[in-house]
């Protein structure tokens, strides 16, 4: 406990025995008097639950503080990286309504995305761990249910870095095949041929996350070639279809469905799946906050300085795009398996020149795709260190020579191949893995909401980074739009539904629940999950309630 905070509780406890002193006779007085210690008590027990976690260290080793705010910025808005998840994921928006969707669902999901990053930059002011999520709830939750929704939203967050990574690692295989497509218009990709570019992908971008040092300098540079790729992109294309631009109610009025879906407010819906995917991880930069300075000041700067940037290249990225595209219907039906390269294409007028802007999504996807295994792997670490995992005691440990958590980057790019063995039983399996990683992360946001809620906003300590009000109305709009996401993009992209074109994030939703509640509920060898994840947080202090432990990270 800090000093500040011990004055201040001496300070009270000086004020309490002094009305007690003067009032013993008076009864009102002596129930005021003991409503006061009660609320001091429940104030300083939350304070020194929010030091636990900001001072202890687990068996596991630390890393070093090696980033800085550009760095973690870095990081962040290259997972995120906006314009070009819109690049990547064109295919699973321009169905559901043309350009105006993307254009105004950029809009749309940027508010949004406003909302969960002040949500996520208070909670990381606050409680500043590489555990995020998780360790929010831990701290914030019931004390009776802390543990268990604790594990609970560990899981979800881990299974969104996963299905990301996986997202990732598949648009950078379609972009390869796209690249090889757009240079050889007579190939037909084949399944397996994406699945083994996948699984290479996976391998080589895994191999620039084992070297903590180097990581820094490649989130850095992924930042500025990722502006760059932008700027260069946008202005060529633009110079290119000059005199040949759509006019504007082609772009800002227009809606095109082509899902099938006779209702078009559902394709509309189906669709914002796409600048969803485009705002996603937005707490990517929360599991750095033991590798940075003052993390309580510099995440906050990192997540809406993600949405801001994000927000701004996207949307002037899109309108650029769609006023030069000539033929949207060849757009549509795209056989190089990236619509984005077919509007480079019909800009420029040159299969070299479309290569060569295509390239430079390849590097900015090449980017994203390190900057996700570096996020995984510290949650992925962060969780094992409390045991709510599978082999933790492995898991948790972070290697001395290369300085990262070595073990559960290995261990969750294992899983990562694993997940693309769904493209070969779906040719939507990219828009299911899209639709976990938005899911999932946006469930893993919403415990800590629900438990600040619960708690009172008004009794947080909260750090540096507090917007009172505003605050509140981010966390109830991130409530909402969890519950929207998780009903609506659940829906199949495309009708009649057929075995191809299913939607199966639903069978994974329970699949995988199914699996995280009986880790917790029944024994793996000596002891079940529960006892492991509580007992990895240390709960000897809390004699009333035995199910309770305090952080210690």
Same mark, same amino acid.
Not at 183 to 188: E, I, L, R, T
Not at 461 to 483: D, E, M, R, S, Y
């Given at each position: 406990?800090?000093?500040?905070?011990?004055?201040?509780?001496?300070?009270?406890?000086?004020?309490?025995?002094?009305? +007690?002193?003067?009032? +013993?006779?008076?009864?009102?007085?002596?129930?005021?008097?003991?409503?006061?210690?009660?609320?001091?008590?429940?104030?300083?027990?939350? *304070?020194?639950?929010?030091?636990?976690?900001?001072?202890?260290?687990?068996?596991?080793?630390?890393?070093?503080?090696?980033?800085?705010?550009?760095?973690?910025?870095?990081?962040?808005?290259?997972?995120?990286?906006?314009?070009?998840?819109?690049?990547?994921?064109?295919?699973?928006?321009?169905?559901?309504?043309?350009?105006?969707?993307?254009?105004?669902?950029?809009?749309?999901?940027?508010?949004?995305?406003?909302?969960?990053?002040?949500?996520? !930059?208070?909670?990381? !002011?606050?409680?500043?761990?590489?555990?995020?999520?998780?360790?929010?709830?831990?701290?914030?939750?019931?004390? =009776?249910?802390?543990?268990?929704?604790?594990?609970?939203?560990?899981?979800?967050?881990?299974?969104?870095?996963?299905?990301?990574?996986?997202?990732?690692?598949?648009?950078?295989?379609?972009?390869?095949?796209?690249?090889?497509?757009? +240079?050889?218009?007579?190939?037909?990709?084949?399944?397996?041929?994406?699945?083994?570019?996948?699984?290479?992908?996976?391998?080589?971008?895994?191999?620039?996350?084992?070297? &903590? =040092?180097?990581?820094?300098?490649?989130?850095?540079?992924?930042?500025?070639?990722?502006?760059?790729?932008?700027?260069?992109?946008?202005?060529?294309?633009?110079?290119?279809?000059?005199?040949?631009?759509?006019?504007?109610?082609?772009?800002?009025?227009?809606?095109?469905?082509?899902?099938?879906?006779?209702?078009?407010?559902?394709?509309?819906?189906?669709?914002?799946?796409?600048?969803?995917?485009?705002?996603?991880?937005?707490?990517?930069?929360?599991?750095?906050?033991?590798?940075?300075?003052?993390?309580?000041?510099?995440?906050?700067?990192?997540?809406?300085?993600?949405?801001?940037?994000?927000?701004?290249?996207?949307?002037?990225?899109?309108?650029?795009?769609?006023?030069?595209?000539?033929?949207?219907?060849?757009?549509?039906?795209?056989?190089?398996? +990236?619509?984005? @390269?077919?509007?480079?294409?019909?800009?420029?007028?040159? =299969?070299? &020149?479309?290569?060569?802007?295509?390239?430079?999504?390849?590097?900015?996807?090449?980017?994203?795709?390190?900057?996700?295994?570096?996020?995984?792997?510290?949650?992925?670490? *962060?969780?094992?260190?409390?045991? &709510?995992?599978?082999?933790?005691?492995?898991? *948790?440990?972070?290697?001395?020579?290369?300085?990262?958590?070595?073990?559960?980057?290995?261990?969750?790019?294992?899983?990562?191949?694993?997940?693309?063995?769904?493209?070969?039983?779906?040719?939507?399996?990219?828009?299911?893995?899209?639709?976990?990683?938005?899911?999932? @992360?946006?469930?893993?946001?919403?415990?800590?909401?629900?438990?600040?809620?619960?708690?009172?906003?008004?009794?947080?300590?909260?750090?540096?980074?507090?917007?009172?009000?505003?605050?509140?109305?981010?966390?109830?709009?991130?409530?909402?739009?969890?519950?929207?996401?998780?009903?609506?993009?659940?829906?199949?992209?495309?009708?009649?539904?057929?075995?191809?074109?299913?939607?199966?994030?639903?069978?994974?939703?329970?699949?995988?629940?199914?699996?995280?509640?009986?880790?917790?509920?029944?024994?793996?060898?000596?002891?079940?999950?529960?006892?492991?994840?509580?007992?990895?947080?240390?709960?000897?202090?809390?004699?009333?309630?035995?199910?309770?432990?305090?952080?210690?990270?």
């Amino acid at each position: 406990m800090s000093q500040d905070h011990q004055s201040s509780t001496s300070g009270s406890n000086f004020h309490i025995s002094d009305q +007690m002193g003067s009032s +013993m006779k008076d009864k009102e007085a002596g129930v005021e008097v003991q409503n006061l210690e009660e609320n001091s008590n429940k104030s300083m027990e939350f *304070s020194e639950s929010i030091a636990s976690v900001k001072l202890h260290h687990h068996h596991g080793g630390e890393l070093k503080r090696t980033f800085s705010v550009w760095s973690v910025l870095g990081v962040g808005f290259g997972l995120t990286n906006s314009w070009f998840g819109i690049s990547a994921s064109l295919v699973t928006g321009i169905q559901s309504g043309g350009p105006m969707l993307i254009v105004y669902g950029i809009l749309i999901i940027a508010f949004i995305s406003y909302n969960v990053g002040i949500t996520l !930059s208070e909670l990381s !002011s606050a409680i500043p761990s590489a555990g995020g999520q998780y360790v929010w709830t831990r701290v914030l939750a019931p004390r =009776r249910f802390s543990s268990f929704l604790a594990y609970l939203d560990g899981a979800f967050g881990w299974a969104g870095a996963i299905f990301t990574s996986a997202s990732m690692a598949l648009s950078v295989a379609s972009n390869i095949m796209g690249l090889w497509n757009l +240079m050889h218009p007579d190939h037909v990709t084949q399944k397996w041929q994406l699945f083994v570019v996948y699984q290479i992908v996976n391998v080589l971008l895994v191999v620039f996350n084992c070297y &903590g =040092r180097i990581l820094p300098f490649i989130a850095n540079g992924a930042l500025y070639i990722s502006l760059f790729s932008y700027v260069a992109i946008t202005i060529t294309v633009l110079a290119c279809a000059r005199g040949n631009y759509q006019p504007a109610h082609f772009v800002f009025s227009d809606f095109e469905n082509g899902t099938g879906w006779s209702s078009s407010g559902i394709a509309f819906i189906v669709g914002l799946i796409n600048p969803n995917w485009s705002f996603s991880c937005l707490d990517c930069a929360t599991h750095l906050a033991e590798e940075v300075l003052q993390p309580e000041r510099v995440i906050p700067i990192a997540v809406l300085g993600t949405v801001t940037i994000g927000m701004v290249t996207s949307f002037t990225y899109s309108i650029a795009m769609f006023f030069s595209v000539r033929n949207l219907d060849d757009i549509v039906s795209s056989t190089t398996g +990236m619509p984005i @390269l077919d509007i480079y294409y019909q800009a420029l007028s040159s =299969r070299a &020149g479309a290569c060569c802007l295509g390239v430079l999504v390849l590097l900015t996807a090449c980017g994203c795709t390190i900057a996700s295994h570096t996020w995984q792997a510290r949650l992925c670490w *962060s969780f094992a260190r409390d045991n &709510g995992l599978p082999f933790s005691d492995k898991l *948790s440990i972070v290697d001395p020579k290369l300085g990262i958590p070595l073990n559960a980057h290995l261990f969750s790019s294992v899983v990562v191949a694993i997940l693309g063995c769904l493209y070969m039983a779906s040719d939507t399996a990219f828009n299911s893995m899209v639709v976990g990683c938005i899911t999932f @992360l946006l469930l893993s946001y919403s415990i800590p909401v629900l438990c600040l809620l619960y708690r009172g906003r008004d009794n947080v300590k909260h750090g540096p980074f507090w917007l009172g009000k505003i605050g509140l109305c981010a966390n109830i709009v991130t409530l909402a739009w969890t519950v929207f996401a998780l009903v609506f993009f659940s829906f199949p992209s495309y009708m009649p539904v057929t075995a191809d074109t299913m939607n199966y994030i639903s069978a994974v939703y329970g699949v995988y629940i199914i699996l995280v509640l009986a880790y917790w509920f029944f024994p793996v060898k000596k002891y079940s999950c529960r006892e492991v994840f509580a007992g990895g947080l240390g709960n000897d202090e809390e004699e009333e309630f035995p199910d309770v432990c305090k952080y210690s990270i």
